[in-house]
């Protein structure tokens, strides 16, 4: 586990996650849906990999921390919107995106431009096809055939990975960890397109270490960078602030 993420002394492991069984399909990432809380959990020890030997990534849709912190994550297109990106610069909000070759693609130059000010680039697979029932080689060239693409066009590794439609099954797994991807991430809360915040289980108020997706452009969403800063301003009267999730996984 990477530098930030903090566990209270004498504090019990995390619980092992359930990689065998299987989310219930979700309506896209246009239209984030609440992803079923006993198929993620909080970042703890991966799975086994029975057939190989290895650990398989864990999937998380929280990080157990004490810090004050909650994660904001973005899938495609978020880049469409330049006053998000002002909003990015502005604030050096450590986001991070979950890129799909086939949406993101176009606009890579203006994302490499963000990396400085603290958004992190993450792969969402090449073409957005969702992987669950797919046979491994399928998986693992959407997976691997993206890390290819980030390291190339932006010299960067990416080891987070968005399943597309919050969808996989064990190949899932397996493909990512042949990719380097080191966890599978996923989310408790989610902003939606009219800016209210939905979760996928436990009570409904952010909590440290919560992943959070933003609905990044739904047709009837309202603007994105506006959403955002109406987040930021829910965030900081929680007592909370935006962390960066490469430091916590």
């Not at 603007?223 to 009267?237: D, F, M, P, S, V």
Request: glycine share 8%; hydrophobic share 40%.
């Amino acid at each position: 586990m990477r530098r930030g993420r903090s566990r209270p002394a004498g504090a019990a492991p995390a619980a092992l996650l359930l990689p065998l069984l299987l989310l219930l399909p979700l309506t896209g990432c246009d239209r984030l849906a609440a992803a079923p809380a006993e198929h993620a959990a909080a970042a703890g020890d991966p799975a086994q990999d029975a057939d190989r030997g290895r650990r398989l990534p864990p999937v998380v849709d929280h990080v157990r921390t004490d810090d004050p912190v909650v994660f904001l994550t973005y899938d495609d297109s978020a880049e469409r919107d330049p006053a998000f990106a002002g909003l990015i610069r502005e604030r050096r909000l450590p986001v991070t995106l979950f890129l799909t070759d086939t949406v993101a693609g176009p606009a890579y130059g203006d994302l490499a431009r963000l990396r400085p000010f603290g958004a992190s680039l993450q792969n969402h697979t090449l073409d957005h096809r969702s992987l669950r029932g797919l046979p491994h080689a399928g998986q693992r060239a959407e997976i691997c055939g993206q890390q290819t693409k980030l390291r190339s066009r932006f010299g960067v590794r990416a080891h987070l990975f968005r399943p597309p439609h919050g969808t996989y099954d064990t190949t899932t797994l397996r493909a990512a960890a042949d990719c380097g991807i080191t966890a599978l991430v996923l989310w408790r809360a989610t902003l939606d397109a009219d800016g209210a915040l939905t979760y996928t289980r436990g009570d409904h108020r952010l909590h440290p270490g919560d992943i959070v997706a933003v609905d990044p452009d739904h047709p009837t969403a309202a603007n994105l960078a506006a959403r955002t800063e109406r987040l930021l301003e829910t965030i900081e009267e929680q007592g909370l602030r935006v962390g960066n999730l490469e430091n916590y996984l």
